[in-house]
């Protein structure tokens, strides 16, 4: 791999982890921060509430109806956009976010299974509302992924450990990624490595050793539903690359 370059190392389902080489920390938990801040989604903000002699208060189903995740078009709705949306639903029976009619068609919840309240027999709620493209700095609600990320390890490894050495480290591993092939450790999936030290502690560093590596990171995204993780990342980036170009604007103009 080149020295910079970005390598997928999972992508399935909701969840994708990459291999970024040739950055540093400030750089990662900037593209970090800027996804759980600054990429925009849509959630429930505005409630207009007509019935609702349910066991809930009104306040306590808004906060409910706000977390439920829905789809979100990057390219029709910008931050600040609304879609109306309502509820009317009565008992008996249980609320989910399925009985949420969008006025978009085009937007959905998107776990339809998601239970809101239970009604009894006579109890009704019945509401309209809107939905509002925010972003996470405001609210938990309108974050678009949860990201994280750790840097990649470098193992330095002994060419001559004792056979008995050799077993007790790889038996330390709490990811199951050290195994003894021939009569040597071999590392079957640096990646996962957590660099909890367990395998220095057991087997002594004159054995083994695991070092961060400061330039190569491994970013992990797993989105919400509303976007990609591939839609969050490239959006997160050009919101980076436009605040760059901001502020070397304004150091141009003070200086």
Partial sequence: MARNA??????????????IKGTNTPTINAIRR????EVPVLAIEELAMYENNSV?????????????PLTTDSKNYKLGDKIKFSLDVGGPGTVYSKDITLADTGIKVIDERIPLAK???????????????GQGKDHVKYQPAVAGYRAMPVFTISENIPA???????DSCPVKIIEIKGKKL???????????????????????QVDADDSSF????????GLSNKDILHQACDILIEKTKGFASQLEEGL
Avoid: W, Y
């Fill in 6 to 19: 970005i390598k997928v190392l999972k992508d399935k389902g909701n969840t994708t982890h990459l291999l």
């Fill in 34 to 37: 800027t996804i759980l801040s």
């Fill in 56 to 68: 809930l208060f009104d306040e306590f189903l808004g906060h409910r109806l706000g977390m439920v």
């Fill in 119 to 133: 009604l009894k027999a006579g109890q009704r709620i019945r509401m309209e509302g809107e939905a509002i493209m």
């Fill in 164 to 170: 008995e050495a050799m077993q007790r480290i790889a």
């Fill in 186 to 208: 071999n590392i079957t999936e640096p990646g996962d490595c957590t660099l909890c030290g367990n395998c220095e502690e057991v087997g002594g560093s004159a054995h083994i």
């Fill in 218 to 225: 491994i970013l992990m995204l797993e989105t919400h539903g």
